[in-house]
C-alpha cells in the first residue's frame, strides 16, 4: 500500500453499527456489531462503541500512513422519539471520536444515499441488499433484507467514494474474519467480513 492512499470508513449509525472500509477505492472489509441490547444502559453502548471504532481505526494491517476520513449518513426523520435519541447518542459519539483523532467526517441526507446508490430516493433495505449483491457483495442473503446495516454502509461508501469519481470494488478472495469482542453475548453480534 502507498501511504498517499486514502482510507475510508463508512458507518450507518444505529443501535445495530455498520460499516464499510475501503482503501482507495476497494473495500476491504465491512460488518456491523450490535451496539445496544434493550436490557442495557447507554454508557454501555458507547463504551461498546468506541472500543469498536479504537480497534478498526488501530488495527495493525491498517496502521499505515493513510488518509484517514470517515463517511456516514444524517437521519433526520424517525419512526420514533426512542429512535431519533438513539441516532442523536451515537451520532454525537462518533462526532466526538473523529474530533478526537482530527480525522475528517462527511454526512450525507438517506434520500441522497439512497438516489446515488439505487436511482430510487426511497429506496427499500431490500433494494439497497440487492444494489451491493449486484456490485459483488457476498453478505447477507440475496433476495432479502438481511444484513441491511451492512449494505447501507457499503452504499454510503459508494456514495461517497463516486463523489471522488471513484468506483467501488470488493476483493475477489473473501473469508470471514472474527473481531473477537469480549462483551458479546455470541459471535453474531461483532464480526468482520474481509474481502
Known sequence: MQKDQTRTI?????TTLGWAEALD??????GSIKLKNTDERWGTAIARLWDFLTQLVTAPEYAKDFK??????IVNFHESIHSAHAFGRILGQVEKFTEYGNWSFVSYNVGVIKKN???K???KKIDMCARCHQLGWKGGRV???KDNDEADAIAILAVHLAGRNKHI??????????????EAKNQEEVYTRSW
Open 169 to 182: 470494488e470488493f476483493l475477489q478472495e473473501r473469508h470471514y474474519d472474527p473481531i473477537i469482542y469480549p
Open 10 to 14: 463508512a458507518l450507518d449509525i444505529g
Open 121 to 123: 430516493g426511497n429506496a
Open 68 to 73: 484517514l476520513e470517515f463517511a456516514y449518513e
Open 143 to 145: 433476495g432479502t433484507d
Open 25 to 30: 477505492s476497494v473495500i476491504v472489509r465491512s
Open 117 to 119: 446508490f439505487t436511482g
